[in-house]
């Protein structure tokens, strides 16, 4: 008898999650996510791949690194 899928586990491919950020936690976000990409070893290169199209998503290096996180919240 095979498997049945859990109706709660969310379909590859489509949208888990959306997420309203301020400028400083879309840095801090970027940044984190950067450190941890580059910490990753080789046989990790999954979850390289999943960091990168995260990364991707985010506005780019340019845009990130003109944010003032201590203009205030």
């Known amino acids: 008898m095979p498997a049945q899928e859990d ?4 379909p590859a491919g489509e949208t888990a999650y959306r997420l309203e950020l ?3 936690q879309l840095k801090i976000t970027h940044t984190a ?3 941890l990409r580059d910490d990753l070893g080789h046989d990790e290169h ?3 791949v999943i960091a990168d199209e995260v990364l991707a998503k985010l506005p780019d290096e340019h845009a990130i690194r ?4 201590t203009r205030g919240r």
């Open 33 to 35: 996510l950067k450190v």
């Open 22 to 24: 301020t400028a400083a």
């Open 66 to 69: 003109a944010i003032d996180i």
């Open 7 to 10: 109706p709660d586990l969310i």
């Open 46 to 48: 999954d979850v390289r």
